[in-house]
């Protein structure tokens, strides 16, 4: 059982464009949602995380916008630099280890 | 230290022998998690312990697998006669406690069964 569902597999964007990465989550429980970072060879670091009590979180370039009626979570790049290319994972708690989707793979290209 | 340190960070075994995996948490994070990378298939949960409570086993997919933590300090993950689908990234994190979630992750052991 996939508790958390993450699309796109992969992305291809272009420089300066916006990366959109999207999770879903059946386990209505869940009351912590981050997003990791992992370059090729190195674990997952931590991006930035929210939790349902908003709606949005914005970081730098990086923002999360949730939306807990449709069960749903987004990571969104902007400006995307040739540099944000990885691969992203969301998660999912409820005071529990984190469950992982299966990845992106974004590629950025000039 | 200043990280997760995990050893070895490649292991090439032959089918049915046991391996051992090493994870050095972060001095002072007393939970520590273990999980499993598969190409495409994301991180799986495998085993958590925090400080001196029963670790969470739930995650372990046989008997073939266990782990042990000494106190609040180093981790092994020993796979017994191992398989050729368990090849894969084993990734060691620890975190401050329970609810705390911002996990740091050490760069992972790649083991391979040939």
Known sequence: QQQVKQSPQSLIVQKGGISI?????E????????????????????????????????????????????????????DSQPGDSATYFCAASENTPLVFGKGTRLSVIA | GAGVSQSPSNKVTEKGKDVELRCDPISGHTALYWYRQRL??????????????????????????????????????????????????YLCASSLGRGDYGYTFGSGTRLTVV
């Open chain 1, 21 to 25: 990465i999207n999770c879903a989550y």
């Open chain 1, 27 to 78: 386990n209505t429980a869940f009351d912590y949602f981050p997003w990791y970072q992992q370059f090729p060879g190195k674990g997952p670091a931590l991006l930035i995380a929210i939790r349902p009590d908003v709606s949005e979180k914005k970081e730098g370039r990086f923002t999360i916008s949730f939306n807990k009626s449709a069960k749903q979570f987004s990571l969104h790049i902007m």
């Open chain 2, 40 to 89: 495409g298939q994301g991180l799986e949960f495998l085993i958590y312990f925090q400080g001196n409570s029963a670790p969470d086993k739930s995650g372990l997919p046989s008997d073939r697998f266990s782990a042990e933590r000494t106190g609040e300090s180093v981790s092994t993950l020993t796979i017994q006669r191992t398989q050729q689908e368990d090849s894969a990234v």
